[in-house]
Every structure is written in C-alpha cells, then in structure tokens.
C-alpha cells in the first residue's frame, strides 16, 4: 500500500492525559499536512510541513499541540494534557509540491481521538 | 469572510438516476477546486479537481462544472451505484503561502435502491 498511513486509527484517552499519533505521507511527497474534523464538519487546516521546516501554523493549533517531522518523511502530532474539546478526527494529507506547483493533496484515513 | 459553502447538507436519489452537488464559494480569486468523497471512518478520497481556466472537467461517471461569474461548482455523478453513498466535500486551494485546502460542510449522498 502506497497511500498516506495514520497510527492509531483510533485513540481513547481521559481528560489530562497526552496522546500522539504518528503519519506516513506518500514516498517523496516533500509537504505534510495535518487537518482536524469534528463530526458533521469540512477538515480543517492545523499545520503542515515542508520536508522537516514547520512552515505555518492555524490559530486552532493551541500551544498544547506540538508536531514535528524531524527527517522529512514521517510526522508525528502530539497533544498534551488532553480536553474533551480535543475529540476529533486528526488526518494527514501529503503533496508533492514544487515551485508553480498546484496540485492536490492525498489523505490518510485518519486517526480518531476521543477524550473521556 | 471569504469561505466555501454547499447548499444542501443531504441528497437522496435512486440507484441509477444522475446525482448534482452544489458548491458555493466567496473568494473571486480562488484558483483551483478538488472534490472529495468520505465514507464513514475514512479519509477524505479525491475524486476530481478542476482549475479556474476551466469550465468542465470530466472523469469516469463523475463531471465538475465551475461558473466563474456566479462562484458556483457542482458535481455530477452519472449512474449512481450503492457504493457512491457518501459525504461530498467541496474544497479550495489557496495557493498563498500553505496552499492550505478549505473545505466546506459536506453533502450527505445516500443511494435508494
């Protein structure tokens, strides 16, 4: 398989507790995203990568997210000291982006976490 | 504030009959638009994707149309099949900085036998 993997794909945890999930982007795809949706909701936009550089970040990702991509492939989303607003769907998206580039982007099925 | 929309939340139709879904969308500069398919516990899965030079782009079963002056996309799938029963994501790509996708609120097809 050759698509975008996410671990877990599903994640149960109690309020206060730190979770992290992990994403596979497709092989050589040099940008990462990381998006969250919570039910009934479009994915929206948290960060992404550009090979290891964390480029931008979206206002939602609050100071208790950290993600990272320390060698350019996989990335890695942790959330510290979970909240019950945190429950969501967390999908990894990757490009293989170049200058003048518009392509689109490539989901993982995603990692469902859910806070108790 | 500048977002993408759709018009209905739910689409019924029967098996085999042509299914149309809506999109609005408020940037004028918005360049380039991807629909979406999401089956329940999956990712978002690309279906089509159509460029502001274009009016129509056609794949198998499935045509977008963007109307430029009236900032309106639709999709239409031809034949509908069991298997098409799923949420329908309009997105954009903004091509500043992130090219970030922009989604809107999805549109729940269900397929009646």
């Known amino acids: 398989d050759t698509g975008v993997s996410q671990n877990p794909r599903h994640k149960i945890t109690k309020r206060g507790q730190n979770v992290t999930f992990r994403c596979d982007p497709i092989s050589e795809h040099n940008r990462l995203y990381w998006y969250r949706q919570t039910l009934g909701q479009g994915p929206e936009f948290l960060t992404y990568f550009q090979n290891e550089a964390q480029l931008e970040k979206s206002r939602l990702l609050s100071d208790r997210f950290s993600a990272e991509r320390p060698k350019g492939s996989f990335s890695t989303l942790e959330i510290q000291r979970t909240e019950q607003g945190d429950s969501a769907m967390y999908l990894c998206?990757?490009?293989?982006?170049?200058?003048?580039?518009?392509?689109?982007?490539?989901f993982g099925p995603g990692t469902r976490l859910t806070v108790l | 504030g500048e977002s993408v929309g759709l018009h209905l939340p739910t689409l019924s139709v029967q098996e085999g009959d042509n299914s149309i879904i809506n999109c609005a969308y408020s940037?004028?500069?918005?360049?380039?638009f991807i629909w979406y398919k999401q089956e329940p516990g999956k990712g978002p899965q690309f279906i089509i994707d159509?460029?502001?030079?274009?009016d129509k782009r056609q794949g198998q079963r499935v045509t977008v149309l963007l109307n430029k002056t009236v900032k309106h996309l639709s999709l239409q799938i031809a034949a509908t099949q069991p298997g098409d029963s799923a949420v329908y994501f309009c997105a954009e790509l903004r091509e500043e900085g992130a090219q970030k996708l922009v989604f809107g609120q999805g549109t729940r097809l269900t397929i009646n036998p």
């Open positions: 998206a990757s490009t293989p982006w170049r200058q003048g580039f518009t392509g689109t982007q490539y």
């Open positions: 159509i460029r502001s030079n274009m």
């Open positions: 940037n004028s500069a918005s360049d380039y």
